[in-house]
């Protein structure tokens, strides 16, 4: 599926996006990668078999849109740009909740403006959107997070209603907690912790399938898809 096509990475430097990047990279993909760190992006880069480093700020429109003017046409598009920090009503800080939002959801709308018009002028395109279990419903500790991510996934299902029937794919892929730098500032214990390359796995073999929302693993993301239908407070009780 990939051998031969061009896919744009963005927020490829650290965890789920880089070893997605490998992944893609030895499923045949030339690759464009994108993140803020110019040079963790061109060691990723050295080490892999093609693949170009196109350093960006997803919360800066200008810098967006100069990317773009450098990109070329692209076969899809990945956006995990992620940031995040666990934090609680009671422990609000504007600052971190901002930024949460403007890089898990704000710079996805700044992304997918400049690609998607393309996408549809030409008929065809694959979008992958990079969710979170944390966005099936309010969790406790998540504020800025879950919102902005929940708020990525709705954009998914937008995209996918208003581009069905078209040659432009949509897909949305919802891990639950991944061993990064990000998950190190949880002080609580994350049941079914995937490595960063068995959840790259799986969100290729995601790509490769036609189903439009992924979210992994089983049985927690079960909890998350099927807590939606309960009662609230039974569901913040097994949380």
């Known amino acids: ?3 031969g096509q061009t896919w744009w990475i963005v927020g490829a430097s650290e965890g789920l996006g880089r070893a997605l990047a490998k992944e893609m ?3 045949g993909a030339r690759l464009i990668l994108s993140a803020r760190n110019a040079g963790r992006l061109q060691h990723l880069c050295d080490g892999l078999s093609n693949a170009g480093a196109l350093p960006m700020d997803v919360t800066d429109p200008d810098d967006v849109i100069r990317a773009m003017a450098d990109l070329g046409p692209v076969d899809g598009v990945v956006y ?4 995040y ?4 009503a009671q422990d609000w800080q504007p600052e971190a909740v901002e930024t949460m939002c403007a890089v ?3 710079g996805a709308l700044r992304v997918l403006g400049q690609i998607v018009p393309q996408f549809c002028r030409r008929d065809s395109g694959h979008i992958v959107l990079i969710g979170s279990l944390a966005g099936f419903t309010g969790l406790p ?15 998914g299902e937008n995209l996918q209603a208003d581009l069905r029937g078209s040659n432009v794919r949509v897909q949305v892929i919802n891990p639950g907690f991944i061993r990064t730098r990000l998950t190190q500032k949880n002080q609580f214990k994350m049941p079914q912790i995937l490595e ?7 969100c290729l073999r ?4 036609r189903r439009f929302s992924t979210s992994f693993p089983a049985p927690f993301s079960w909890v998350f898809t099927l807590g939606r239908l309960l009662p609230r407070r039974l569901f913040l009780k097994l949380m």
Do not use: V
């Open 206 to 209: 995601a790509m490769q399938g």
């Open 85 to 88: 920090d666990p934090l609680s």
């Open 25 to 27: 990279d030895g499923a």
């Open 80 to 83: 995990c740009a992620g940031a």
């Open 1 to 3: 599926m990939f051998e």
């Open 104 to 106: 898990n959801f704000t």
């Open 196 to 202: 960063p390359e068995d959840a790259a796995r799986r």
């Open 141 to 155: 500790g998540a504020i800025g997070y879950g919102a902005s991510k929940a708020a990525l996934m709705h954009l």
